[in-house]
């Protein structure tokens, strides 16, 4: 990573930030920062997709044309060597599917059988076809009846699978109020949801409207066909309204979870301080570990570092610091989210210094920083009028590869030309840009609206 520049030891006992060692035996670890790998030359084989590792399958209709499309497939039989298993008739039936209308994918799909006896297909394969109804631009259930109907009339009874791909396909395509409506019909015909769909059906239904259509949802399911919510439902309806900045009514669902006979974990009560810190509102935070204390709930790290980072945005530091050592004695060692989250406390209370030292602590105890903790750093640093250990911490970032967020891009780049620095600003502003750390556009638009600025002053002698 190279050397450290002295201004940024001037202030703290030791180096702040120090050489990783290297994780590889017998590799100096000047060559290789471990949390910052080099990236590998390793060339991809070229039959293989460079995202998934995995064979890639090129589609074979290059037209939606139903003619185009039964030569396609009449010319795949032909040429094919291999026989053909279900899998890739199912894979050139979802090919088609992409590109065409319900009507004539149903139309090759009949081909397909007639021309060729070895496709048998099953269920999957009217799953295939099911999908696509739900992504249909009829903004009606008739798509999707007609898939169901023709799977009953070739035998096929649609279960608990069909009714999860209507229901996950038609709220992918925004389609939620239908397949509320679609879950309702299948329930009527014993193809009810199970708890995986109903509650992946709760939590669109918390996106797209009110809470009280959630809560009538709910109520009527639990009525007519006796599906009642479970823990997941009530942490999905936890978080929708603690997003919501309604902490009374999520504090009132933990009560109605308890009179239904199911504890609450950890992840709820979490839920519930993150609300609670996103507010500002430390006390109900420590309320919320108080409460998990007492029925018997043991925090987690997720839980010390929801409280650490609630506490330091509040600006209550020292408080935060008591529970840095509190979780360490229950077991939970802290990392970089627990310590940056102390360092942004730290500079929002103008003690970037102080954020500096933590950072030696940090690294002492073994735990790595990473981006967001750098980012954090420089934008305090910059922030407190420390421009010189702000430009040696960029220089580490930039040595290392890592990238500037747009708070502390913007921030060094004021500073810079607050300080009438403007070739290093560019200079900056090209990091930015190479490093697709910001778009182009923010980059130049906060370069440009400073320099506006530095001129604005320097004509009122504000700036030299």
């Not at 589609?59 to 030569?71: E, V």
């Not at 004695?329 to 360092?343: I, K, N, Q, R």
């Amino acid at each position: 990573m190279g050397k450290i520049p002295p201004s940024l030891r001037s202030s703290v006992s030791t180096s702040l930030i120090k050489k990783p060692s290297s994780l590889v035996p017998n590799e100096s670890p000047s060559h290789r920062p471990h949390h910052f790998p080099k990236k590998t030359t390793k060339k991809i084989p070229p039959q293989l997709s460079e995202k998934t590792r995995e064979p890639t399958f090129r589609n074979p209709f290059t037209s939606a044309n139903l003619s185009d499309a039964k030569k396609v497939f009449n010319s795949i039989v032909t040429t094919t060597k291999v026989p053909l298993d279900l899998r890739v008739h199912n894979a050139l039936l979802q090919s088609y599917a992409s590109i065409s209308t319900l009507n004539d994918s149903i139309s090759l799909f009949n081909h397909m059988i007639k021309t060729h006896p070895p496709f048998s297909p099953d269920r999957s394969t009217y799953h295939v076809l099911l999908s696509q109804s739900c992504k249909a631009p009829d903004q009606t259930l008739k798509p999707v009846h007609q898939v169901l109907n023709f799977m009953l009339t070739n035998g096929f009874s649609p279960n608990k699978v069909t009714t999860d791909i209507a229901v996950r396909s038609l709220c992918s395509s925004g389609n939620v109020g239908l397949a509320v409506e679609l879950i309702k019909e299948m329930s009527l015909k014993n193809a009810a949801p199970d708890s995986y769909t109903y509650n992946f059906l709760v939590k669109c239904l918390c996106k797209s409207s009110a809470v009280s259509t959630v809560y009538d949802f709910i109520e009527e399911f639990k009525t007519s066909f006796g599906l009642k919510p479970d823990i997941i439902t009530y942490t999905i309806l936890i978080d929708n309204v603690t997003n919501r900045e309604n902490l009374r009514e999520a504090t009132r669902l933990v009560d109605v979870l308890a009179k239904e006979g199911i504890r609450p974990d950890c992840y709820i009560y979490n839920t519930i301080m993150k609300g609670c810190c996103t507010l500002n509102l430390g006390n109900e935070a420590l309320e919320v570990l108080k409460k998990m204390k007492e029925n018997g709930v043991e925090p987690d790290l997720v839980t010390y570092n929801t409280l650490i980072f609630g506490l330091s945005k509040c600006g209550r530091v020292v408080e935060a610091k008591k529970y840095l050592g509190v979780m360490v004695e229950m077991g939970h060692f802290p990392d970089a989210v627990t310590y940056t989250s102390l360092m942004n406390g730290l500079c929002r209370k103008g003690d970037a210094l102080g954020a500096l030292g933590l950072l030696e602590e940090m690294q002492e105890k073994g735990c790595e920083p990473n981006v967001c903790t750098y980012n954090t750093l420089l934008h305090g640093l910059c922030k407190a009028k420390l421009l010189e250990k702000g430009l040696d911490l960029y220089g580490v970032m930039k040595e290392c590869g890592m990238k500037l967020d747009t708070a502390s891009y913007a921030t060094l780049v004021r500073a810079l030309c607050r300080e009438g620095r403007v070739a290093d600003a560019y200079e900056v502003f090209d990091y930015a840009v190479e490093s697709k750390s910001v778009t182009d556009v923010a980059a130049y638009t906060t370069l440009e609206g400073t320099l506006k600025w530095l001129k604005k002053a320097r004509e009122h002698g504000l700036a030299t």
